[in-house]
């Protein structure tokens, strides 16, 4: 009994050395302190940081915020074809500067990138009739971090089957006064190439459009038309005769819905580097049914942009901890 009582205290004073040590440890990873090794990485919290020199120091840089990988709620707003579907891990100020992309595809088909926004919220409305939904939310910053959530998935026994919405392909007799008004309005846009991205290891570019505030009171919102201008020759068998003219890189008309009467600018992301594209604005006035079920004119005024790879930065690589 002695002896436990003889050696009891200097446990105690072990312990607490062990603890201090560690606690100092900690305290020292921070922006601009010491570090040994240039290149190493240490994670704090949900801290990044990286061992730089500065001079002839080796010090700490001020550390990259990590993504979270987004995980999220969906949930049925309407009858199964309007889903409410939140990022339950980037609430309030953890949002700010990172951008969500929702997206979803029915029926195994492919997916489609419903909106890109800074909220952590959005509605899903889905204009098909499907008996397989499938819904995913992209997370991405500035600093080219990029993660994907898990995908819902929901089977429904009988097929999801939207009302009927008007357009002008299928209102009823035509009736003008169900047709949504479309006046173009390009003349007033101004644009900017914005600095470049990756999508995995592609390099890719963006484009924001910002125009003048509307001033009709019954605007429910626009439509953004852009398509890849550029040709390209195929290769010629003169033995063969077969020589093919000249044809379009991409024959696809891409087009974006802004379900936002107060909207004043977007940004077009997924654009081909040093390539020009053709743009097209509308806005949306009266009327009734989908945005998105609105057939665009062919014609109307129109804006050529070329966009540059100027700004895209080095090609991300691996980085090993330790």
Known sequence: MQNRVRFLPLLIVVLVVSNSTISSAATQIKAGSKCSKAGQITLVA??????VKSGSKLLWDKGLAILAQPLFTAI????????DVTVTNYQGRNSLGIDFSYSFAVDGGIWNLYSKTKMSKETIVVNQSFKLLEIK?????????????PQFQRVFRVPVVPPQSISPNNSPNNAPSTLPALVNVLQGVQWRNEPGYYIDSTPAARVLFRWPKPLENNLRGYLFKYENTSMITPPCDLSKALCELPKRVDSKVYKRVINDSSAEFIVIDGLAINT????????????VGSLELITLPSSGFKLFVFTTGEAVPDAPTGVTIG
């Open 46 to 51: 949900s801290k990044k940081f990286t061992c």
């Open 76 to 83: 049925p707003a309407a009858n199964n074809y309007e889903w």
């Open 137 to 149: 939310v992209a997370v991405s910053d500035v600093n080219n971090q990029y993660l994907i959530s």
């Open 276 to 287: 020009t594209y053709e743009f097209s604005l509308y806005a949306v006035s009266g009327g």
